[in-house]
């Protein structure tokens, strides 16, 4: 079945750090790639996606790759703020061409960036 | 622009009780999912629907019922609440059959408490 495997956090940072989250998947067909934010007490809110292999998504400063070969969509910032401290989960979409409609999640790497 | 709505954000409720999740959205959208969310296992899918009439268990759906009359509503019933659905729930919705690259629209959480 379709899986996404994110690193552990919490990840901490000082502000203005160079951020790298990593995330890889195991899917078939050619699914989306997503990357969602929650930050404390809210929802979830889509950050980018990515449709097709090599595409590179990017909101607010943050970037990620679809990488087919390697299987994988790490987000990255160059410069965070202590405003991006939040939950980070990337999520794979396989759509009708993969096995459903089933939208499967990474467990989430909590970001805290201090002053 | 409302969206994905989901009510009550908050409930406490007592063990044994039943009580159902509201979710509905106005963009005509044929799919919609829930997802509970739990510290250190990400989301994970409940029940789903892709269409009126349509519905479907994910990966955890014993102790949840879920019907669909319209395609604007997807309510969740707890029929016997346990500590262990203890929990927040995320109502999905996005539009079936089209390209897997389309976005996932959620509703902004329901925290339950099961004491």
């Known amino acids: 079945g379709n899986s996404v495997t994110q690193m552990e956090g919490p990840v901490t940072l000082s502000e203005e750090a160079f951020l790298t989250i990593n995330c890889t998947y195991t899917?078939?067909?050619?699914?989306?790639l997503f990357w969602y934010v929650q930050y404390p007490g809210e929802g979830l809110q889509l950050l980018l996606k990515a449709t097709k292999a090599d595409d590179k998504g990017s909101n607010k400063g943050f970037e990620a790759t679809y990488r087919k070969e390697t299987t994988s969509f790490h987000l990255e910032k160059g410069s965070v703020q202590v405003s991006d401290s939040a939950v980070y989960f990337c999520a794979l979409y396989p759509g009708l061409t993969g096995g459903g409609n089933k939208l499967t999640f990474g467990t989430g790497t909590q970001l805290k960036v201090e002053l | 622009n409302a969206g994905v709505t989901q009510t009550p954000k908050f409930q406490v409720l007592k063990t044994g009780q039943s009580m159902t999740l509201q979710c509905a959205q106005d963009m005509n959208h044929e799919y919609m999912s829930w997802y509970r969310q739990d510290p250190g296992m990400g989301l994970r899918l409940i029940h789903y629907?892709?269409?009126?009439?349509?519905?479907d268990q994910g990966e955890v759906p014993n102790g949840y019922n879920v019907s669909r009359s319209t395609t604007e509503d997807f309510p969740l019933r707890l029929l016997s609440a346990a500590p262990s659905q203890t929990s927040v729930y995320f109502c999905?919705?996005?539009?079936?059959?089209?390209?897997?690259?389309?976005?996932?629209?959620f509703g902004e959480g329901s925290w339950l408490t099961v004491v």
């Open positions: 999905a919705s996005t539009k079936w059959g089209q390209s897997s690259g389309n976005t996932i629209y």
């Open positions: 629907s892709v269409g009126a009439g349509i519905t």
């Open positions: 899917a078939t067909g050619y699914p989306s």
